[in-house]
């Protein structure tokens, strides 16, 4: 995927006054992810990192630029022509709880994709369902379990088989893994790159623990106020860990200060 001068803006009103104004959440954003790569993105809260999810996922409409993706321009494809572009694109958000269907079993959750998508018979998706738990491994005797009934890790599991079920070429991971244990994390951080080899996928993983994804990551891109200030290969990162902030990342004014200096900043706040 290749993303070029991508802008996103909201437009508001006070509440009181009731005066218009514009949040520029994403400005001129470039990026260029390659195929089976991983960008991890960091920054602080409000820096812009959902929004760009919700563009490139095509959930949310940029207000400008470009987002080439297989060979087209998704923002000057029609309706009709994003159909079949949607399912290669997946989002996981933060929370799988309060994304997946309290009311629906588990493999109810993994197939209902496929159904609405039109794709495939009962048989070829009870079939894609048992695969996929246990890509994902996940015991095939959870399949009746409620998302309620799962644990943190497993839930995650559970949302990661629901986004492979179409076969995405590109997962966007938003905050995926922040809810998680340090123990779980590095079971799904294992889990999503055996994928990775297994089917090729490309990941934008977006985090603001820069240690995390830095053991992962290919390229590590540093967002602030809606724009991306930093990109940097992460063995850079990893060849220099005294570079990193201990904790955290990207918090105080006096790291980002840094980061716009163009040296990544050295101590947590
Ligand atoms: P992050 O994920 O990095 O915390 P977000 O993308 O959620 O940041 O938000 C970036 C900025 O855009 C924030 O100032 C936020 O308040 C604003 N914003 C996000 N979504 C909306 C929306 N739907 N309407 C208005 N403002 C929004
Ligand atoms: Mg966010």
Known sequence: ?????????????????????????????????????????????????????????????PTQGEIHFEGSNLLTLGRKNLIPIRRRIQLIFQDPASALNP??????????????????????????????????????QCGQKRPS???????QRLAIARALALRPALLILDEALSHLDVANQQLIVQLLADLQSAHSL??????HDVRMVSKF????????????VELRPATQLRAHPAHFPTGELVRATPALTSVRQGRFPRQAP
């Open 103 to 140: 009311r629906f079993t588990a493999e109810e959750i993994i197939a209902e994709p496929m159904l609405v998508q039109g794709l495939s018979t009962k048989t070829q998706r009870r079939q894609r369902v048992s695969e996929l738990f246990d890509e994902v491994g996940l015991p095939a």
């Open 217 to 228: 990551a290919d390229e590590i891109a540093v967002m602030h106020d809606g724009a991306i």
């Open 1 to 61: 995927m290749c993303v070029r001068n991508l802008s996103k803006q909201y437009s508001q009103r006070r509440p009181l006054n009731g005066e218009k104004f514009i949040i520029h959440a994403l400005k001129n954003v470039n990026l260029t992810i390659a195929r089976g790569a991983t960008l991890a993105i960091i920054g602080e809260s409000g820096a812009g990192k959902s929004t760009l999810a919700r563009c490139l996922a095509l959930l949310e409409e």
């Open 149 to 155: 009934e799962f644990s943190g890790g497993q839930r």
């Open 202 to 207: 490309t990941y934008l993983h977006i985090s």
